[in-house]
């Protein structure tokens, strides 16, 4: 049985072939399910409702890096949780109010915590030193409402993705909890600032089991109720519980789930639902991922060494991780023909290849898919979130278009503009063109007599007839 989602993206790959959103001129275009994104959205908040709860989800802007998906999920009452100046002034163009914007970035300048609480936005500082400027920067405006916390690190271990897991024994990633001292320091951080009310920890992303991201969430929660102890009152009032729920990358299927998620956060940590804590909540590529989708032509299909190979138009350019890492990001990827349908030839082994130019620009590896030949399509599925958002521009290769999608009923496809592809013009003005050229020195003359370039000349002559040989 096709999932509703899979029947959706058939239709939407159909129709953006046949209406041309991909083409020989553009080979490669993102789609984004809109009625899968309000069915993410409403899970997450389905999950997490709680009655007494106040419940802020912010989604993780670098997932997605594209307003008016921002501004969709505004609409909906999230808020964006921003990590650089750009991040946040994503946030801003997309209507997302400030109260709604949590500032995580471990290496925020002084000029970005200063327009941060001047914008009331709240801030998780990483490390005492950002806090020693937070307190100065408070110093300057005592009056900001600006909610202030810490993030802290529960080493609770690490995932199967060591780049992903931020709640290792030396992560980079705020206080670490277990090292000698830092509890007694961050009790003494709360009980010195009266005004700091959150507690952040964000305890894994992709391959971090729930198990284990449940663990980091019960660690911060035990640690706020101590905070609060010491405090004699209710101090800390928010815990900013992360993002990072895992995504299958193996099927239609959402698993696991929001609902099992927040479960399990229920059974592991039954006070944080308790009506103590306000919640503010993370969440970047489980919202998205599996509502995207890269659609790219085939450019030729050729053989080497027995291995038939696709060369497409999707590669690291908008599969960064999975080229690069791809036992740890595998995608599905979908064989299409010429107008978009599905092939449903015998399968046959071989590499589906990107348009880049190194040896190792493939998005999937002796794969057994229909034959692909020249002018089919392949499809990258759920790369919704940190794909074709997250663009690589290896090759100078431009940023390509993204449309979202709804489908009607009767299976008509209508696309809305999310982000138009990089002209030859933008891409030309971020590699400097129209700057003057470099000035420098002229080249040393050689030496004069017999010359180091004569030698060098009769070497590079000498590995030519080697090469000959
Ligand atoms: C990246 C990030 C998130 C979102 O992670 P996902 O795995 O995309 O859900 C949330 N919070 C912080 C601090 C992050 O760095």
Redesign the pocket.
Known sequence: MTHELGIRRSHALRAAVGQELVSPGRPVVGLLDIEGVTRSVAALKAAFATPGVAVTHTF?V??ASLVPVLALLGEYGLGA?V?SPGELALALAAGIPADRIVL?SPAKTTAELREALALGIAVNADNPQELARIDALRAERPSSAAPVGLRVNPQVGAGSIGAMSTATATSKFGVALRDPGAEEWVLRAYRERPWMDRLHT?TG??GVPTKLMAAGVRAAYELAERVNAAAGRRQITVLDI????PVNFDSDETSPSFAEYADLLRAEVPGLFDGRYGLVT?????LLAKNGTVLARVEYAKSAGGRPIAVTHAGAQVATRTVFVPDAWPLRVLALDAEGREKDGEPVVQDVAGPCCFAGDLVARARPLPLLAPGDHVALLDTG?YYFSTHFAYNSLPRPAVHGYTVGPGGEVAFSPVRAAQTQAELLAESGAGLPPLTAPPLPAPPQGQGRGQEADRHSGQEFDHDRR
């Open positions: 993780a670098k997932a949780e990590a995580d964000h992303s992709q992360g993002g990072g729920l993370e969440f970047g590529r489980s979130a």
